[in-house]
T-cell receptor, first 114, second 111 residues
Framework: DAMVIQNPRYQVTQFGKPVTLSCSQT?????MYWYQQKSSQAPKLLFH???????NEADTPDNFQSRRPNTSFCFLDIRSPGLGDAAMYLC?????????????FGAGSRLTVL | RKEVEQDPGPFNVPEGATVAFNCTYS??????FFWYRQDCRKEPKLLMS???SGNEDGRFTAQLNRASQYISLLIRDSKLSDSATYLC????????????FGKGTTLSVSS
């Protein structure tokens, strides 16, 4: 089945130790997103790629970076995780058609920072 | 400013009840609107898109009011399985890709 796959599902890191989360898709969608969701809060858009064009949200900390080496893969790099970065990180994709940009989510990567 | 506001909830209703959620958004130029459902510790899943003319899918009806910048979701004949968090999503760029979520409204349906 076509889908969005995130790895790892669970990641434990130490304060300040860099982390990379990965996302792959078989949907051939143009857009890939990273959302951060903390407990009992809404998913917060960090950034998204439309093809190779990177779109950063104004309030996304510099500590968060992303790479999209090809259509299928996208990575989230957290350079120096703090305790406040503990959250579920959700990758999503969409076709990129205005008015029909339905998001397909992966199962998420839950990050714990010790 | 990219803001999507929802009724705080939680909504606790008996089976068979009708319940309505509202959501307001800050950008009059927004073009895309959706309702997503999220179960506990799961990823969000599309419930329905919201069209200008309003749309219905079984027991679920979505409405858009552009003048007042709000969307609504009506659930009729609530089922136990409807218990979840309902998230309003609005686009904030021309391409429709800056998709911002509201905080969500929690619904609990009891027997």
């Amino acid at each position: 089945d076509a889908m969005v796959i995130q790895n790892p599902r669970y990641q434990v890191t130490q304060f300040g130790k860099p982390v990379t989360l990965s996302c792959s898709q078989t949907l051939n969608h143009n857009v890939m997103y990273w959302y951060q969701q903390k407990s009992s809060q809404a998913p917060k858009l960090l950034f998204h790629y439309y093809d190779k064009d990177f779109n950063n949200e104004a309030d996304t900390p510099d500590n968060f970076q992303s790479r999209r080496p090809n259509t299928s893969f996208c990575f989230l790099d957290i350079r120096s995780p703090g305790l406040g970065d503990a959250a579920m990180y959700l990758c999503a994709t969409s076709r990129g058609r205005a008015g029909a940009n339905v998001l397909t989510f992966g199962a998420g990567s839950r990050l714990t920072v010790l | 400013r990219k803001e999507v506001e929802q009724d705080p909830g939680p909504f606790n209703v008996p089976e068979g009840a009708t319940v309505a959620f509202n959501c307001t958004y800050s950008n009059s130029a927004s073009q895309s609107f959706f309702w997503y459902r999220q179960d506990c510790r799961k990823e969000p899943k599309l419930l329905m898109s919201v069209y200008s003319s309003g749309n219905e899918d079984g027991r679920f009806t979505a409405q858009l009011n552009r003048a007042s910048q709000y969307i609504s979701l009506l659930i009729r004949d609530s089922k136990l399985s409807d218990s979840a968090t309902y998230l309003c999503v609005v686009s904030f760029n021309q391409a429709g890709t800056a998709l911002i979520f509201g905080k969500g409204t929690t619904l609990s349906v009891s027997s």
